[in-house]
């Protein structure tokens, strides 16, 4: 019976832990956009946000179609309000697996053969955050939706 106590009791803090959490969060705000390297939708890129005035940050995985919506806290709920430093990556598996950019921009992946690392198949500057010139400001009024074009 003094075991069922104990459960009991550290459910209950388990559950006020996770309300006061949810309490501490920031209000977010739907925001999504859609990415593109040399005008060409960009399939499977992470696209990172960081807003230095508040800590915040915020995620998402584009689709075939560049296009992505912001997560922080949950899936698609979108990111809190603020100016945000946006980072970008899109790497292949391997370093000699094949995979490259033409003279187009178009990106050709393959998959398998060599082994040994990743690498970035887009400039790296746009993977840090001190390099990265690329901006976007969420508002509660929005609408929060950007387009960048990686060159």
């Known amino acids: 019976m003094r075991a069922l106590h104990i459960f009991i009791a550290c459910l209950v803090l388990a559950l ?12 977010v ?16 890129a992470t696209v ?17 179609n560049g296009e992505f919506v912001l997560s922080t806290y949950e899936t698609g709920d979108g990111a809190p309000e603020g100016e945000y430093i ?3 990556t899109k790497m292949t598996e391997n370093d000699d697996d094949g995979s490259y950019i033409d003279e187009n921009g178009d990106i ?6 060599g082994g040994g690392g990743i690498r970035s198949l887009i400039p790296e500057k746009y993977s840090n955050q001190e390099l990265s010139e690329l901006r976007f400001t969420i508002t509660p009024e929005g609408p929060n ?3 960048l074009n990686l060159q």
């Open 16 to 27: 006020l832990a996770g309300c006061q959490e949810k309490s501490n969060r920031l209000p």
């Open 86 to 88: 946006v980072t970008v």
């Open 48 to 64: 990172s946000l960081y807003c230095p005035a508040n800590g915040a940050t915020s995620y998402s995985m584009t689709n075939p």
């Open 29 to 44: 705000y739907k925001a999504s956009g859609v990415l593109k390297y040399r005008d060409k939708p960009l399939d499977r």
């Open 145 to 147: 939706n950007v387009e």
């Open 108 to 113: 050709h992946e393959k998959r398998g053969g």
